[in-house]
């Protein structure tokens, strides 16, 4: 049994530790070899990340890196225009709210603050300030001057406004309005007594003021009664109903500063409460009437017709000589001035739909 056995038996460690590293070489090899693909794949998205970093660095050198910094794009401010650009002062943007008349965004009242604000600081301080009330005056590059008494606007003046676009200025104001004899443009707001007046200096510029208080030859019209002292007013202007003042603006009519669909609050802010209500009138729901001078009928609380019933002829006719025709109709809003004497002879002036 034993004679195919060796007569020596040899040691073969050292043979079995070669082998081994030949088999781990050679498994060592093969690895590499399958794992290259993906050790390349890794370079390249490393370097695309690395690229991608250092180009935000560029843009955004603030950018901090390995932070997260959510963004609110609410809070990032956005760029405010300059008053340089905004303020245009030979066309003065003109603005109304709740009756107060705005000129490139100041009004009476405003403080010294909010004109710099809105016009920037590029003025000079007025020295005379005789006979213009103020204590205070800022001349913004000899186009527009500021007075202010106690810290509050009281006047803007316009030295040099464009006269198209004083023209179209007028034009386009939809309240009480008119060219005076001495071709003097006033555009006013009882809620506020607002005004503002255009004339022509001596060498052809037009000036364009803004003002609160009340221009006595603005107040001379035959349509006003001229209350200069009343408690809590520098003074104060009633529409007189026998001399209603016509006006248009944007293919609407306008009665002493009313037009069709205007609320009747505004009816009893110009007139008063001295009223009666009618509810059985003709294409209304209800009539407010103010004696035997005036009636306003309303639908759903908008002003339907304007009644005035006892004008003085000689007035409007004066008036209707600016227009043509005696009745006047816009196309575009269906709206009509009408004129017709009662059975007492009395000239009636209505603003209506036409039918």
Known sequence: ????????LKDL???KERVMRNVSNSLAQETSKRKWPYLLMTGIIVACSMLFVFRVVLDDPQAEMGKETPVDIGDVPKEKESPSDI???SKPAFTVELGKFYLNGVTMGDSLEDVVERLGKDYTLIDDLDGTGADMGLDYEGKLIVFLYKDQVETL????VDSQYGEQLYRDYGGIKFVSENLMRYMYSMENSYLIKMELDGDGKLL?????NVDPNFASHPGFKYQP???????RILLDPTQPI?????EKFYLHGLTLGDPQAKVTQYFGDDY?????????DYAFVYGDEMEFRFVLGKLQSIRFLKVDESYFNSVLAGYEGVDLYSEETSQMVSTEHSEDGDLIVSLHYAK
């Open 1 to 8: 049994m034993n004679k195919f056995l060796p007569s020596e």
């Open 13 to 15: 460690s050292e043979s």
């Open 87 to 89: 303020a245009d002062l």
């Open 157 to 160: 003046l316009f030295t040099d």
């Open 208 to 212: 364009v003021r803004l003002m609160q």
């Open 229 to 235: 002292e009343v408690p809590g007013h520098t003074a």
């Open 246 to 250: 016509l006006s248009d603006a944007n």
């Open 276 to 284: 009666t209500t009618q509810y059985e009138v003709e294409d209304a």
